[in-house]
């Protein structure tokens, strides 16, 4: 059962739902500047009340000629709104500030003393996080490679896991709204994490009527899959359910799965997160190195920071930070921003320690403020955007838009992070076959009772256009007319810059 809380703060995940363009197909601008701005109003005016379902929602547009600076149309744009996972806009031009285009996450793995001649640590290996938000299993497995390959044979100590560049509060502000959810995009997170969090569990219809279950990454013995009675039905959709039960003794713990499969459906698969991330990935590591021949004397972890003494084995460097914000805004993802947010507070912190969630929105709040957005005049208090985490204006969002666009430090990354409509990412399915279709570059977000988009619009480099149009209380069932309305606008958009 959900808690009681704002309906429109409940997360629900679908930021790449919607194929609606809108209502317009052909429009066409006046040729004349003076004449364009004014059907600009005219316009949008219009496809505000051409959706008389959205009536009670409150709606929040700003839009601004980049070129000549000039504001073409507004509409309750000091109104603060919740913005949903527009807050990663916030998010990645902080981090792009702060952190820089070069910045890296580094895993490392460590040995308290030198292995002997046979390949024996006479001490504990550690593995040192440092909040890496895309560190994959493959990842821990290269890792554990070069662990062998570096002679490596036999730990007598324990694996330590050392997540000593986090705290250890790995709820995000404002996750515990909704503690019984325990779907992927809300996962925990911590400096040293694999697979985002979580755990996919796949099915895939085999021949002879049967289902094929599986669980990835592969953590040994540490989680059972456990199938209640999966069925492959052809007709009908994949209902399926995975429920986590409560750890045993040793902190192991089984999933079980039931429902029906459908035939058609290939491969289905379902994310859930998990509570121990550290954990998670310290198994995920360990299993790794069985199967390159390491082994350890003692079975339990340990958890502690490593010793400024300890021998380096081996590491593993991150994507570039661009490259995690394209990977994070065109999916969507909010582990990846809560990480990134994080790791701005624990790169940014004036004294050593641990980043908290504390450093990470008082850095954001620092570099927006370079930005021309003042601390205290929004609130963020999120990386991610999920439940009643943020109060934004429509106008807000437009001038820091302006000005990361205009700061060549931040601009150009920031812009091909984001998702292209029509083309990929939460907008690939969205101006299909209109004007705007490959020149839209925004941002989704999406809560019950949120729609909101924002970005730039652009027909040539010298021809850019930055917008936001935010709904928040949109009623039960209009969630996709909010979307034509946000399409309606971009519409406008594209054609008051000529795009044809």
Not at 103 to 130: C, M, N, Q, S
Not at 144 to 162: F, I, M, P
């Amino acid at each position: 059962m959900i808690p009681a809380i704002a309906w429109s703060q409940v997360a629900t995940d679908d930021d790449d739902e919607g194929t609606g363009s809108g209502s317009a197909h052909a429009l066409v601008a006046p040729p004349l500047p003076a004449a364009r701005k004014q059907w600009v109003t005219q316009q949008i005016d219009a496809a505000i009340g051409a959706h008389p379902t959205l009536a009670k929602a409150k709606v929040g547009i700003a839009i601004t000629d980049l070129v000549t600076g000039e504001q073409l149309y507004v509409h309750d744009g000091d109104v603060q709104m919740n913005l949903a996972s527009n807050t990663k806009l916030l998010t990645s031009t902080a981090a792009l500030a702060t952190l820089g285009n070069s910045f890296r996450w580094r895993t490392t793995v460590l040995a308290e003393v030198a292995p002997d001649d046979k390949g024996v640590i006479a001490g504990d290996l550690y593995l040192r996080g440092r909040g890496d938000p895309l560190l994959s299993a493959d990842a821990l497995d290269e890792l554990a490679a070069e662990v062998a390959a570096s002679g490596v044979k036999r730990v007598d100590g324990k694996l330590q896991l050392d997540t000593s560049y986090f705290d250890d509060v790995t709820e995000p502000p404002h996750f515990a709204e909704q503690p019984k959810e325990r779907s992927g995009f809300r996962a925990p997170v911590a400096a040293l994490g694999v697979a985002r969090s979580s755990v996919t569990v796949k099915a895939s219809a085999q021949p002879g009527g049967d289902v094929d279950l599986s669980v990835e990454p592969d953590t040994g013995d540490y989680i059972k899959l456990v199938d209640k009675g999966v069925t492959l039905e052809e007709k009908g959709r994949t209902r399926l359910r995975v429920d986590a039960k409560p750890p045993t003794a040793n902190g192991s713990f089984s999933l079980e799965i039931s429902g029906k499969f459908h035939a058609g459906d290939g491969v289905y698969e379902l994310r859930r997160r998990i509570d121990d991330p550290a954990r998670f990935a310290g198994e995920v590591f360990r299993a790794a190195l069985a199967r390159h021949g390491v082994t350890f004397k003692v079975k339990a972890f340990g958890k502690d920071k490593t010793p400024d003494t300890a021998k380096f084995v081996a590491l593993h460097d991150s994507q570039p930070l661009p490259d995690v914000l394209r990977f994070m805004n065109k999916s969507s993802d909010n582990y990846v921003a809560e990480s990134v947010l994080k790791t701005i507070g624990a790169e940014s912190r004036a004294t050593p320690g641990p980043g908290t969630w504390a450093d990470g929105t008082s850095a954001v709040s620092a570099a927006l403020g370079k930005l021309g957005l003042p601390a205290g005049s929004y609130r963020a208090d999120n990386g991610s955007g999920l439940f009643d985490a943020s109060g934004v204006t429509a106008r807000q969002m437009v001038a820091l838009l302006t000005a990361a666009h205009g700061n060549y430090r931040i601009g150009p990354d920031l812009v091909q992070s984001l998702p292209i409509g029509g083309a990929d990412g939460t907008l690939a399915k969205r101006w299909r076959g209109l004007p705007a279709q490959g020149r839209v570059r925004a941002k989704t977000g999406t809560l019950d009772k949120v729609v909101t988009l924002a970005g730039f619009v652009a027909v040539e480099g010298n021809k850019v256009v930055a917008f936001s149009v935010f709904l928040n209380d949109v009623p039960a069932g209009q969630r996709t007319a909010a979307r034509a309305l946000a399409d309606d606008v971009v519409n406008v958009i594209a054609a008051y810059l000529g795009a044809t």
